[in-house]
């Protein structure tokens, strides 16, 4: 097999210990291409650029860019502008700076940049190191390492990525737990503050609470101690509701229908 090309992207932006940490692990195992953020976009999900135009800054030599905007516009224009004649064979983003378990996939930045790869059918893993630091993404590199070169060699189902938590007291051998995603909950607080023009403002946002503890999920496995592995589909239908539907009275009766 020939050098393969892996993307390497974050939400923290280019100059975040985690996005370095990952570009060292992999460098060995292939040509690594940064296109990843110029400021931190923590929980800009799935967010595009479509209404204000990106800067690309960077030197071709060590294949380093970053971009003024979101996770999502770096994969975009990285797939169908820097590497469109010599697209990558995978796209790893992380590491990041805190967990990204169970619902937390749904704000992440750092799984949107996996997200976007995988809706274009580039394979994808994104990495998340839980706790608040420092963290010791030294210890890391063999996972890493290991994580990446299964998923460059095994063939994920289509429309599926890879979300890896690290525990916060990770070893080189430290275990793997193979999980589902479970359900954490937040204060959903919302501060309210007046500006020196006297109108009102708001900032949204609550410390972690905890989780629900159910067996065999991420937040279970983190806790536990144990390095989570948990498949993501995009596919976001459910089917036996479906099928239910398409059963109910109030569908099959309906004078839309
Ligand atoms: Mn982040």
Request: hydrophobic fraction near 35%; aromatic fraction near 8%.
């Amino acid at each position: 097999m020939t050098r393969p090309r892996i993307l390497v992207t974050n939400d923290d932006g280019i100059h975040a210990q985690g996005i370095q940490t990952l570009v060292q692990a992999l460098s060995p195992l292939a040509e690594v291409w940064v296109v990843a953020p110029a400021s931190e976009q923590s929980a800009v999900s799935n967010a595009i650029s479509l209404r204000h135009p990106l800067r690309l800054r960077g030197a071709n030599e060590a294949r380093q860019y970053s971009v003024s905007g979101t996770p999502t516009d770096c994969v975009y224009l990285a797939m169908n502008h820097l590497l469109r004649e010599s697209p990558p064979d995978l796209l790893v983003s992380g590491i990041n700076h805190g967990a990204n378990l169970a619902d937390d996939v749904f704000y992440s930045g750092t799984v949107a940049g996996a997200i976007e790869a995988t809706l274009n059918d580039l394979p994808s893993i994104a990495f998340s190191m839980a706790g608040r630091g420092p963290y010791p993404f030294d210890q890391l590199t063999g996972h890493i390492q290991r994580l990446a070169e299964y998923v460059l060699r095994a063939r994920l189902p289509r429309g599926v990525l890879i979300n890896v938590n690290f525990p916060p007291d990770t070893l080189p051998d430290t275990k793997h737990k193979i999980t589902k995603l479970g359900r954490r909950t937040y204060g959903r607080i919302v501060v309210e503050k007046t500006d020196p023009r006297q109108t009102p403002y708001y900032w949204l946002g609550g410390s972690e609470l905890g989780f629900d503890d159910l067996p065999g999920t991420d937040c279970n496995a983190i806790a536990d101690g144990f390095i989570s592995v948990t498949p993501i589909h995009l596919d976001l239908t459910h089917y036996r509701f479906l099928e239910e539907l398409k059963t109910d009275a109030f569908f099959t009766n309906n004078e839309t229908s």
